[in-house]
Structures are given as structure tokens and as C-alpha cells.
T-cell receptor, first 116, second 117 residues
């Protein structure tokens, strides 16, 4: 199984809603990542988890709250988002956060989020 | 701060021909990693090729090869025998070294490659 899955594929939410994005992998990877990708732009790293611990937070607003409940699952909890948060949210995983071949990232298909 | 620049927003290549995508970067680090990723329309991003900065030898993966010029901070991707399935957005990316104490993973703005039949 070399797949990273993300649910839902599409999400529409209002600015007062609370929703969650889910990412799952069963490759035994111990590093997981969240990226934000606006249309026609490159991905921007948001968070990195290593061995279920938050290792990197790229100064992301607190309305985005990541969670890694176990080694296979990564969530992104959303609350009080703004319309400018509309984007494709990509999850990725790698064997380790170590550089080199161990950090080859496998990406999921993304969740396309629209905030109204 | 590190930056990654892809100066070609769009490129076209005839099927079976060769095309080179350019990428330049700026960093004060001596050790780092460089990547080329492919993102087909509405499909998942996948790693095409990786280069460790401490390796002088250019990386190759089948029809894909890089020209890594460390002094010039240049990292171009050559695609040989282009196929229709190569059509995608290609991103160049930079990853800071483990020893730098800071983790940076920066993508360039991308080059859209069209393959003409």
C-alpha cells in the first residue's frame, strides 16, 4: 500500500463552521505533513509531525489546528476560517523526517476547500 | 532566506523530443536537498528526482536527469523522449539541511509542461 488518502475530496464551509480534514497512510511512515496550495501557486508547508509530535509549525494562524492521534492518521481541524483560506490542502507522508531518501514525500490527492 | 525561482511559467515539447526546465535557488547553506516534483492536472503530486547538494554526480531516473551546478545555484531538469503522460506542472523544491537547525521546504512557482503529439 503506497497510498496517502485524504477525506473529504471537497469541502464547503461557512466562516462560523468547524470542520476537519483527514489524512491517512498505512506505509509505516513516521513523518506527516500539511500543505496549503492556492490556485496556480506552489504548495506552502504548514505543519510537520514526526513520530506523532508536532515538529514544525510554519507560523500558521490558530484557526488551523493539526492533530496526529496515531502514526497512520493526521487531522487538520478548521474553525472560523476566512474566504482567503480557500485552497487545496495537501497531506504528505515520509518514512522519516531525516533528509535524503527517507524523506521522500508521498502526497495525497488533496482536499479542495471553499470558505464562504 | 532561501528562495527558489522557476523563470519559465510554461514550456512546450514535441512528443519524443527533449526539454529542459530551469530552476535557480538562493541559499547561504552548503548542505541541502533539491527536488523536482510533477503535479498532473487533478492528480497527485509525485517526486520525479532528488539531488543531495553534497553529491557532485547529477541524479538520473530513467528519462529524467538533472544538471546540478552548485556554484551557480542552478538545478535544471532534462526530460528525454518526452511522452504525453509527462504533461504536468513541474515544481522545483529546496529542503534545508538537517544540521542547519531550521527546517525549510520551499517550492518554486512551477513550470507547466505541454507535450504536443
Amino acid at each position: 500500500d503506497t497510498e496517502v488518502t485524504q477525506t473529504p475530496k471537497h469541502l464547503v464551509m461557512g466562516m462560523t463552521n468547524k470542520k476537519s480534514l483527514k489524512c491517512e497512510q498505512h506505509m509505516g511512515h513516521r513523518a506527516m505533513y500539511w500543505y496549503k496550495q492556492k490556485a496556480k501557486k506552489p504548495p506552502e508547508l504548514m505543519f510537520v509531525y514526526s513520530y506523532e509530535k508536532l515538529s514544525i509549525n510554519e507560523s500558521v494562524p490558530s484557526r488551523f489546528s493539526p492533530e496526529c492521534p496515531n502514526s497512520s492518521l493526521l487531522n487538520l481541524h478548521l474553525h472560523a476560517l476566512q474566504p482567503e483560506d480557500s485552497a487545496l490542502y495537501l497531506c504528505a507522508s515520509s518514512l522519516r523526517l531525516a533528509g535524503g531518501s527517507q524523506e521522500t514525500q508521498y502526497f495525497g490527492p488533496g482536499t479542495r476547500l471553499l470558505v464562504l | 532566506a532561501q528562495t527558489v525561482t522557476q523563470s519559465q511559467p510554461e514550456m512546450s515539447v514535441q512528443e519524443a523530443e527533449t526539454v529542459t526546465l530551469s530552476c535557480t535557488y538562493d541559499t547561504s547553506e552548503s548542505d541541502y536537498y533539491l527536488f523536482w516534483y510533477k503535479q498532473p492536472p487533478s492528480r497527485q503530486m509525485i517526486l520525479v528526482i532528488r539531488q543531495e547538494a553534497y553529491k557532485q554526480q547529477n541524479a538520473t531516473e530513467n528519462r529524467f536527469s538533472v544538471n546540478f551546478q552548485k556554484a551557480a545555484k542552478s538545478f535544471s531538469l532534462k526530460i528525454s523522449d518526452s511522452q504525453l503522460g509527462d504533461a504536468a506542472m513541474y515544481f522545483c523544491a529546496y529542503r534545508s539541511s538537517i544540521g542547519s537547525g531550521t527546517y525549510k521546504y520551499i517550492f518554486g512557482t512551477g513550470t507547466r509542461l505541454k507535450v504536443l503529439a
